[in-house]
């Protein structure tokens, strides 16, 4: 049993920061890459940014130079600072990791609730 909650989300004026967590609990015997995606209503989900499991990064280009994803493995959480934030960031984001169940020794992608972000003045 795996489970990933997000918190941090919320309202915020153009030009500025949210920090996002993700963290992942349970039987886990590793995670993996961890991920956020965002979907803004009427439209697809979409990746947002990635770490792997030793730390190399990748972003959209909407928002590379913007927000910035880092994890903590002995915490078994992934962060997403976001700077700079645009009324077109605003969406659900959501996070997303690969883990090795303790038990079953399966690795599986699972995905938290979500939590809204809204860019506003």
């Known amino acids: 049993q795996v489970q990933l909650v997000e918190s941090g989300g919320g309202l915020v004026q153009p030009g500025g920061s949210l920090r996002l967590s993700c963290a992942a609990s349970?039987?886990?015997?590793?995670?993996?890459?961890m991920a956020w995606y965002r979907q803004a209503p009427g439209k697809q989900r979409e990746l947002v940014a990635r770490?792997?499991?030793?730390?190399?990064?990748d972003y959209a280009g909407s928002v590379k130079g913007r927000f910035t994803i880092s994890r903590d493995n002995a915490k078994n959480t992934v962060y997403l600072q976001m700077n700079l934030l645009k009324p077109e960031d605003t969406a659900v984001y959501y996070c997303n990791s690969g883990v090795r169940e303790r038990t079953t020794r399966k690795t599986d992608n699972y995905w938290g609730q979500g939590t809204q972000v809204t860019v506003s003045s």
């Open positions: 770490i792997t499991h030793y730390d190399g990064t």
């Open positions: 349970g039987t886990i015997f590793q995670t993996y890459a």
